[in-house]
């Protein structure tokens, strides 16, 4: 094949230009255009959601919330997650509720021997069996079922239930099976398709049994979670409100001051204002061997953490009891341990005030909005929002633990609460995001105005840089010489 003749540059219709000048107009001109574009999207994902967190007016110290409820809404004006913060909300969309309360004690147990850790498993709605009426999938049901919209999931296995009381009966086989199901709600008791809605009050306990509280004075939930162990000390921080009134610099309360050695109730307040219960004094080391120990720390916690000697660090504790011993058997259930926690409301003493505060004596709001951030969506479309309704949306109602988690809120609406939430993170995004596109957008622009000032294109169609030398002053000079003196010559002649 012959070769491709190269055209001479007498015959193009555009000559071949500098490419220093050419270069660099192209790629100002792209500069420009996708600065442009990035200031305009920005505005939407970064400047906006900036401003409206910097005047949020939004308190940077995190409190607790734990959800109340979750809702699916056909048309929804507002939702806890969505992707993708350019197109609004449309369709159906998920409203998160939750309790908003100020923070609970941290306790720090000290010397700890004897610990066990057991994790009592719930439902995982991600691998359970779910049978839909609708498809005629409950017309051998036989067990207890938590069911939903006429989607039922057995729980017979994970939960021991106790009632007296039940509804009208539903026929969930034959030809109309489907039809009598298909919006079937709540606890039902099923035999072989024949459900009957199971009505309050019932009791279902979880069967996680074999608890062992044998030897133990310090008994943590975290969720599904229950650490029990035996220490000898408790440091108890109160982070919602003040323990003591009093400022000295080292307070002691005795509850028995006639026994000090022997009490079981000593409380001192040290200089950081840390409240120190000594639960097992010197004196009763040879007494709890021949097992007459007889308090118990009971406290539900956002997180237990068992360190290496010895010592477990516990966040966010609330609902702190002291219980007998003779409460306990040497083996529990995890049902009657949660039941602990709150059965004892209205006759709480002070002292388990201290340890642990009542929960609804931190609230602050019920059922505040709960947003994955002050915009309620993400831009990341890695599937956020599928994970954050999967954490933050367990309500109980599938009779596992509630949701707990930190959130933010604002003083002035408390009725709405952010899961994320930071000034340092909002300033680490705004300013780069503020910064480097519009100096580069500038910078194009001021260096197309250069161009368009400095550079010219000649006769022959090619650019070039303006340029004004002495050679060409001179001849400029000449040249109008030249033209003055014809100018006088022509006027001499016509005056002749």
Known sequence: MPKKRKTPIEELVVPPQDHRICGTICVCQMTAILSSVAIVY??????????????????????????????????????????????????????????????????????????????????????????????????????????????????????????????????????????????????????????????????????????????????????????????????????????????????????????????NDNISLSIDKSLSLRLLPQSFTSSLRNETETTIILASCYSIIHHRLDDIEATDCVNGTLINKQMLSDLSNFTFLHTLTITKESSRTAQEQRIAPLETDLLIANDSKLMINLEGCVNTLKEECKQFLKEYGKDGADHNAKARFPCYYSLIDPTMVVARFSLEVTYREFIPAAIIPVVLFVFSCLTLILCYKTVEVGDDAKMRFKKRTTSNFKRKNSTDTINKKDKDFHSQSANL
């Open 42 to 263: 920005l505005s939407v994902a970064i400047y906006f959601p900036s401003m409206r967190a910097l005047y949020s007016g939004i308190i940077e110290q995190p409190v607790m919330c734990s959800t109340s409820k979750v809702i699916t809404v056909e048309k929804c004006n507002w939702g806890s997650c969505g992707e993708w913060c350019l197109s609004k909300t449309s369709g159906a969309c998920v409203q998160i509720y939750v309790n908003l309360r100020r923070n609970g004690s941290n306790l720090n147990f000290e010397n700890c021997t004897n610990s066990f850790n057991k994790t009592c498993h719930g439902i995982d709605q991600d691998n359970v069996k779910k049978y839909r009426c609708k498809q005629e999938e409950c017309k051998n049901l036989t067990g207890t079922f938590n069911c939903t919209r006429g989607i039922c999931i057995n729980i017979t296995d994970i939960f021991q239930c106790i009632f007296h009381n039940i509804g009208d009966p539903l026929n969930c086989t034959g030809n109309r099976g489907k039809i009598n199901c298909m919006d079937i709600e709540g606890l039902n008791s099923c035999s072989k398709g024949i459900c009957a809605t199971i009505n309050e009050p019932y009791n279902c306990d979880r069967r996680c049994v074999d608890i062992p509280t044998r030897n133990k004075n310090v008994i943590l939930l975290n969720g599904d979670r229950v650490f029990l162990s035996r220490c000898e000390k408790a440091i108890v921080i109160n982070q919602s409100h003040q323990i003591l009134e009093n400022d000295a610099k080292d307070i002691k309360i005795n509850t028995n001051e006639d026994n000090d050695n022997n009490s």
